[in-house]
């Protein structure tokens, strides 16, 4: 690499494991945006398909396109890749089968400009099934999470990688994806960041588009619920900010009992005798969640609450959550 090579303002790192099937137009999304000063650094982690064939056409049509390539070693280490070899003042992430809208970048430069504490800017985004946009996730009755955000953050992760754009700077804390998790990284990532001052800023606008489809990494609930748990435990264990711990307390218990209504949900295909008592489980873990003694009255007394319905119910809730 040519050393006297100007830094781009905004490295885009793109993560891809056999995304030939998307990664085309995702890239089209890239190639289309109203600001230009940018690299694209596509890691390859490993895959068997046409990915890398994909993005060498790209890089031969287009300098500002960048081919990695390795043996499959996750996303956590994917995104490290990229975040290694990034050389731009700005650092944003899009998955292989997202699409951004063409004002996207250009949007963010912008809120840096609006909020100058701000270390983490993001948009609102599109639930989108590649035909068409469904809802977005900010809806207006939603808080946007601002500032430091902490107790927003630790409650729940409110960003996905494809929407959030970060100065290259809050990297010289060490945060890092960690590997070994196979999903829910990106929240631990931002975690870490609260420790060492996030401040965020963001709009309502949708300006990214997020594949939903049954290939998504969302579809594998249990696994998310485990992995959730395990990332809130450790950030619990290290945090060193007074006011995040009873937040981080609280959301260990809500981590925990989700996890044995992702068991409930389980158990629905195997043995459904056995859901109402994780179900009741779950409630102890977090009484405040009045709902789910509801859930267990209604599995478990069925005939008592007006017959076979109400155990439905409460099976189509656990479906759909779970």
Not at 151 to 161: G, K, M, V, Y
Not at 179 to 207: I, K, M, N, V
Not at 251 to 261: D, F, M
């Amino acid at each position: 690499m040519n050393s006297a090579t100007p830094s781009p303002a905004v490295s885009v790192i793109v993560p891809a494991w056999n995304a030939s099937q998307t990664l085309s137009e995702t890239l089209n999304s890239l190639r289309g945006q109203t600001f230009t000063d940018y690299e694209v650094i596509v890691v390859d982690d490993g895959s068997t398909d046409q990915t890398a064939e994909i993005v060498r056409r790209f890089c031969q049509a287009d300098s500002r396109f960048i081919l990695l390539q390795q043996a499959n070693q996750g996303l956590a280490t994917t995104r490290n890749v990229g975040l290694a070899r990034a050389r731009g003042e700005y650092v944003t992430f899009l998955d292989a089968d997202d699409v951004w809208l063409p004002q996207k970048i250009a949007r963010q430069l912008e809120l840096f400009q609006q909020e100058p504490r701000a270390n983490l800017v993001f948009t609102n985004y599109f639930f989108w099934d590649g035909q068409a946009d469904l809802n977005v996730f900010f809806r207006n009755d939603r808080p946007l999470p601002l500032g430091p955000a902490g107790r927003q953050l630790i409650l729940a992760n409110p960003f996905i990688p494809s929407i959030v754009m970060l100065r290259r700077s809050i990297f010289e804390t060490g945060a890092r994806f960690t590997p070994g998790l196979y999903c829910c990284e990106d929240w631990d990532l931002w975690l870490q960041f609260l420790e060492h001052g996030l401040w965020a800023h963001g709009t309502r606008e949708s300006l990214v588009r997020y594949r939903q489809w049954e290939g998504n990494m969302s579809k594998r609930k249990l696994e998310m619920c485990a992995t959730s748990l395990k990332i809130l435990a450790t950030r619990q264990s290290h945090s060193q900010v007074a006011e995040f711990r009873p937040v981080y307390r609280q959301s260990v218990a809500i981590a925990r009992a989700r996890l044995e209504l992702a068991y409930a949900r389980r158990q629905l295909e195997t043995d459904p005798a056995g859901v109402a008592p994780l179900i009741w489980r779950a409630w102890r873990i977090y009484p405040r969640r009045l709902k789910w003694l509801l859930w267990f009255a209604m599995v478990r007394w069925p005939k008592w609450l007006a017959g076979k319905s109400p155990r439905e119910m409460v099976y189509r809730k656990l479906r759909a959550k779970f």
